[in-house]
Each structure stands twice: as structure tokens, then as C-alpha cells.
């Protein structure tokens, strides 16, 4: 991998994603079967759309996704397929949702228990490292992750936050706090 094929990944801003995080806020996981849309905007302009279906169980299920994919040659693909969905206890009682990564890279399955599922240009639905993207690393977020480091009630804020940027910015921060513990050991 050269720094062509670096600068050539995708940032997950730019990306067309589904979080578990927006599908319990709008309902989705608390039912045994729930049908919606994903819609997906830019400035007010809709990018993309793509149907579901849930069906959850007491703590776990499946989401199937459902839509077309146009390929580079204008080729019309039906996709039909579903990812698991799982979940952890929650420290103050009830339980988190998680998906499974559907996707298989090198032979592989990949089943890592992500928070939020990227399309990206490809045709189905992965966790970001199967897809190979990259967070947008700023240095200006270096003062924002410093701040974040001194304050845990704002650090435990920004992890619930359906903001990926937030959320990114705690990922950072706990990643600074734990370098700085693994030196004291
Ligand atoms: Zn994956």
C-alpha cells in the first residue's frame, strides 16, 4: 500500500452510513419487526435512499437492507441481504445495539461488532476497516481533544453523540488518556 492508495481512501464523511444509534433513537429496535428508509442529505439535497427491515428479538436480530446499485458500467444490481444485529449490557442497566459487519475480505468474514455501517461507493454495507476508510485527522482537533482529556463528563457526552465528528473526537481523546496510563505502568 503506497500513499497513492492512501490518499486514495475515503473518508467516512463523505460516506453514506446507518448507525444502530439513529435506528433505536427513531424506534426501530424496541418493535419485532419495523420497515423504514434511510435517506441520506447534503445541504438539504438528498444523496441517497435505501429501504430496511428490522426484526429484533429481546437482544438481538437482523436488519435486511434492500436496494438497487448502479455500477460504474450503469448496471442495475437487486440487493437483498442482512447483517446481525447484537447487543452489549449497558453499565446503568438496558443494553446497547450493535451490527455485525457482513462483509468477507480475503476469504474472511469479517463480523466485527461496529456502531455505525458504511456503503461508501461500494455496493453493500461494511465496517469501515473492511471498507478502508479514513477519518478526517485534523490538527486543528488537537486543542478539542486536549479540552476533552481534562473534562470526563464532556468526554462521556461526546461518545453518545450521533455526531460522528464528536464521537471521533472522544475515540481520540481515550486513545491520548490510555497512552498516557500505559506509561505510568
Ligand atoms: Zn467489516
Known amino acids: 500500500?503506497?500513499?497513492?492508495?492512501?490518499?486514495?481512501?475515503?473518508?467516512?464523511?463523505?460516506?453514506?452510513?446507518?448507525?444502530?444509534?439513529?435506528?433505536?433513537?427513531?424506534?426501530?429496535?424496541?418493535?419485532?419487526?419495523?420497515?423504514?428508509?434511510?435517506?441520506?442529505?447534503?445541504?438539504?439535497?438528498?444523496?441517497?435512499?435505501?429501504?430496511?427491515?428490522?426484526?429484533?428479538?429481546?437482544?438481538?436480530?437482523?436488519?435486511?437492507?434492500?436496494?438497487?446499485?448502479?455500477?460504474?458500467?450503469?448496471?442495475?444490481?437487486?440487493?437483498d441481504y442482512v447483517a446481525i444485529l447484537t447487543t452489549t449490557p449497558c453499565f446503568f442497566g438496558g443494553h446497547r445495539w450493535w451490527f455485525i459487519?457482513?462483509?468477507?475480505?480475503?476469504?474472511?468474514?469479517?463480523?466485527?461488532?461496529?456502531?455505525?455501517?458504511?456503503?461508501?461507493?461500494?455496493?453493500?454495507?461494511?465496517?469501515?476497516h473492511c471498507l478502508n476508510l479514513t477519518y478526517k485527522s485534523c490538527k486543528e482537533h488537537d486543542k478539542h481533544v486536549d479540552k476533552l482529556c481534562k473534562e470526563p463528563e464532556l468526554l462521556s457526552l461526546y461518545f453518545q453523540s450521533n455526531d460522528l465528528s464528536k464521537l471521533m473526537l472522544a475515540i481520540k481523546a481515550q486513545r491520548k488518556l490510555l497512552k498516557g496510563k500505559n506509561k505510568l505502568l
Not at 28 to 57: A, D, H, P, R, Y
Not at 74 to 79: A, D, F, H, Y
Not at 103 to 122: A, F, H, S
Open 101 to 128: 459487519c457482513p462483509l468477507i475480505t480475503n476469504e474472511q468474514p469479517c463480523r466485527k461488532r461496529v456502531g455505525v455501517l458504511y456503503l461508501d461507493k461500494d455496493q453493500y454495507f461494511g465496517c469501515r
Open 1 to 79: 500500500m503506497g500513499r497513492d492508495a492512501y490518499s486514495k481512501r475515503h473518508t467516512v464523511q463523505e460516506c453514506r452510513s446507518i448507525s444502530t444509534k439513529h435506528l433505536n433513537k427513531n424506534h426501530f429496535l424496541n418493535g419485532t419487526e419495523n420497515k423504514g428508509v434511510m435517506n441520506w442529505n447534503n445541504n438539504g439535497i438528498q444523496f441517497g435512499s435505501i429501504g430496511f427491515e428490522i426484526f429484533t428479538f429481546e437482544d438481538d436480530g437482523y436488519i435486511r437492507f434492500q436496494y438497487t446499485h448502479t455500477d460504474s458500467n450503469g448496471k442495475k444490481i437487486e440487493l
